[in-house]
Nanobody, 126 residues
Framework: QVQLVESGGGSVQAGGSLRLSCAASRYTASSYFMGWFRQALGKEREGVAVIYTGGGATYYADSVKGRFTIVQDNSKNTLSLQMNSLKPEDTAVYYC???????????????????WGQGTQVTVSS
């Protein structure tokens, strides 16, 4: 059973930065899709940024392009999300997710992922 543990959430003012981390364990696949999703209060979960660990291809939601960067550290089996220029609309619970095989066109679709972390809250105040 894959285990994913997020850390790094918190509160920040608009324009600030946060870095989220996800530690993965018990994943036996050599390469897989791994990424970040978020769910704001009263809204559906949405994809934020995903990386394919096999080749490094990345996928970003339009709303975060140029502000967020997803980074993998294979030696530590960790995944990070560097979030800059944060906006109040970025406020949400952020989840780490992983899946062995995902069709690239669905990389940002939450339904493509079987394994999820417990989530970490990010709050951006104006």
């Amino acid at each position: 059973q894959v285990q994913l543990v997020e850390s790094g959430g918190g509160s920040v003012q608009a324009g600030g930065s946060l870095r989220l981390s996800c530690a993965a364990s018990r994943y036996t696949a050599s390469s897989y899709f791994m990424g970040w999703f978020r769910q704001a209060l009263g809204k559906e979960r949405e994809g934020v940024a995903v990386i394919y660990t096999g080749g490094g291809a990345t996928y970003y939601a339009d709303s975060v392009k140029g502000r967020f960067t997803i980074v993998q550290d294979n030696s530590k089996n960790t995944l990070s999300l560097q979030m800059n220029s944060l906006k109040p609309e970025d406020t949400a619970v952020y989840y780490c997710a992983a899946q062995y095989a995902v069709r690239p066109m669905y990389a940002l679709h939450p339904a493509s992922y079987e394994y999820w972390g417990q989530g970490t809250q990010v709050t951006v105040s104006s």
